[in-house]
């Protein structure tokens, strides 16, 4: 992990430059929803490319922008079609599957499930994270929190330098 105000300086200066570029490119044609995915996007590569590629979080992301970019269209079409009845059959195997009655399981064995449980869902939280051993997603953890806390610094002292004040409206 870096220093915290060193990360939010190259943040706000790689945001900035993709922001400037958006603009160049046109996004006055965007409409609202458009715009708002684009400065999402611009604001995730900008937090990962402030990481210099050091992370798995951050190669994770810069990856899942340039193919949702380039392929996002196609598969999309595609998918939407069939998905639907894959995900009523899978549900419906589920519930034959959950329906079985169960064994009072030993503590251990719940507390083993419930770890396990929660690593999934932090493994689909932190970008990358479903090829990470634990040990490396901790530390991934940590070091995309920091990440996110200083994104969030950058646009929260943006929103305020940018409020309109209340002497203005009068």
């Known amino acids: 992990m870096c220093n ?12 900035m430059m993709g922001l400037q570029i958006l603009s160049n490119n046109g996004c006055g044609s965007m409409t ?5 995915k684009a400065i999402k ?8 490319s402030s990481r210099d590629c050091a992370t798995r979080w951050s190669r994770a992301v810069i990856a899942g922008a340039v193919g949702r970019s380039v392929y996002c269209q196609k598969a999309k079409n595609k998918l939407q079609s069939g ?18 009655s169960r064994k009072p399981a030993a503590a251990e064995s719940v507390a083993r ?15 990358g994270g479903e090829f990470m051993d634990e040990i490396s997603l901790i530390e991934e953890t940590l070091d995309y929190i920091s990440a996110l806390q200083a994104q969030v610094d950058v646009m929260r002292c943006l929103a305020t330098a940018y409020k309109p004040s209340i002497h203005d409206h009068e």
């Open 113 to 127: 499930r419930l770890v396990e449980k929660r690593t999934k869902i932090l493994r689909g939280l932190v970008p």
């Open 41 to 48: 996007l611009s604001a995730d590569i900008a937090l990962a």
């Open 4 to 15: 915290p105000s060193t990360l939010r300086r190259e943040f706000l200066k790689k945001w």
């Open 32 to 36: 609202v929803s458009e715009r708002k």
């Open 83 to 100: 998905s639907k009845k894959i995900l009523k059959r899978s549900r419906r195997v589920w519930r034959r599957k959950t329906s079985c």
